[in-house]
């Protein structure tokens, strides 16, 4: 099967024929918040690539050759002796960053560095309690519970944002800061689907709703960039235990 295309690999394919062009080959799931990370880094820093999206429901048989976790996202560096692969969605930003120093995501201070790291880590219970809401059918008050831990989460980020008086937390342009958030950023209007008025977004967090405003024109982000149609769309699909890959190819 082709690559770079929207549909994605499943059980029985065989293996993703890609040109021998030298670029790096991205293995990723179109509607993965994690791989998503990658994208963005990598079009951000403007280093062209070929992706394999896969069927992570019925993954192909030899995608555990490319990550025996069977997760995505996986990097495969194809100009490095025995064609390796990366896999963990933030080794690869910064492993990106390393070997493409031309446009810099992360911080150069030491110090600055790892406390972007603590915010990106931070992150982590926002995503948790998003992905609860989203996919657990959950009863009203641990929907209520869930929401408030959202918020109050989300409220540090709003806090710091304020505090550092940037139009990104990364400064005066997008960094991995922004880059390694936005993903779920751009997911989180399929709350109005789950919880419907009790999503208040802009009202509870005006200066992060300036902040998406901003990252949402980004030409990395823009790139990759679905709407909250269709992410509401995958979402259902995937709640109803049928998620629906292909959903942008049947779409086209
Ligand atoms: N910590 C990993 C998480 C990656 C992850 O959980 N990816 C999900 C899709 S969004 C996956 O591959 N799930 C398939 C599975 O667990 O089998 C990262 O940052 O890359």
């Known amino acids: 099967m082709a690559v770079n295309t929207n549909r994605h690999f499943g059980k029985g394919s065989s293996e993703p024929s890609f040109s021998n062009d030298g670029k790096l080959r991205l293995f990723s799931m179109r509607f993965c918040p994690f791989a998503h990370r990658v994208h963005l880094v990598l079009n951000a820093k403007n280093v062209p690539y070929n992706v394999a999206y896969i069927n992570l429901s019925e993954k192909p048989e030899w995608y555990s050759e490319v990550n025996t976790t069977g997760k ?25 960053d390393e070997k493409y120093p031309e446009v810099k995501l992360y911080p ?35 929907n209520a519970q869930l929401l408030n831990t959202f918020y109050s989460e989300l409220g540090n980020y709003e806090a710091e944002l304020v505090k550092r008086g940037t139009k990104y937390f990364a400064g005066a342009k997008p960094g991995i800061f922004d880059y390694a958030i936005w993903p779920w950023f751009e997911r989180f209007g399929i709350l109005s689907s789950v919880v419907g008025e009790k999503y208040n977004f802009d009202d509870r967090f005006p200066t992060l709703a300036k902040w998406l405003h901003a990252t949402r024109e980004d030409l990395a982000v823009q790139k990759h960039l679905l709407s909250t149609y269709t992410h509401t769309q995958f979402s259902l699909g995937r709640r109803a235990g049928t998620p629906h890959y292909d959903l942008l190819v049947e779409e086209s």
Do not use: C, H
């Open 72 to 96: 995505v996202p996986a990097l495969q560096l194809v100009n490095e002796p025995n064609q390796p692969f990366l896999v963990e969605s933030m080794v690869i930003a910064e492993y990106l």
């Open 108 to 142: 150069e201070d030491p110090f600055d560095k790892a406390q972007t790291k603590i915010w990106i880590e931070r992150f982590n219970p926002i995503a948790g309690a998003f992905y609860r809401l989203v996919y657990e059918q959950n009863p009203d008050d641990v």
